[in-house]
């Protein structure tokens, strides 16, 4: 096994306007690792993990894939680049069932959802990680 890191930060920097969010900052994730970014609010946690996940451009560095440098354009590239990012706080429709909550807004399922399919995908994700979950129950009733 190869100690290379699947993907990496490599001294990024992102600015928005005078607010500098993000200073040559790296950090690199390996296969077997679990990491964690800790520090106080402002501190540039998320904004760093947008720009691993493309969801922001770094002004300077460089965002690496299996140590190649990429430039992802959008969630969506990042999302196809196998780079997934669930931010600590997001938002649900009540209205909608947990699994039309889970794919709403997935690049891969366009505007109109498949409620059959996202039923059936939500209860083969909670089958691998062992959770039990109605992928037809409401959100708003949990």
């Known amino acids: 096994m190869t100690n290379e890191p699947l993907a990496a930060l490599d001294q990024v920097s992102k600015r928005f306007g005078s607010l500098q969010a993000v ?4 950090f690199a994730v390996r296969a077997g690792e679990v990491d964690a970014l800790i520090g106080g609010n402002g501190a540039g946690k998320t904004t760093a993990m947008k720009m691993l996940a493309g969801l922001e451009r770094p ?7 299996a140590a190649r440098p990429i430039a992802l354009a959008s969630r969506r590239e990042g999302i196809r680049a196998g780079i997934g990012f669930i931010q600590q706080e997001f938002s649900v429709v009540d209205s909608l069932t947990c699994a039309e909550n889970l794919l709403l807004g997935h690049p891969d399922h366009g505007r109109l959802l498949n409620r059959g399919e996202a039923a059936k995908t939500l209860r083969g994700q909670a089958e691998r990680f062992g959770v039990t979950l109605d992928p037809d129950r409401i959100v708003g009733t949990l």
């Open 23 to 26: 200073d040559d900052f790296s």
């Open 59 to 65: 002004d300077s560095g460089t965002v690496r894939l």
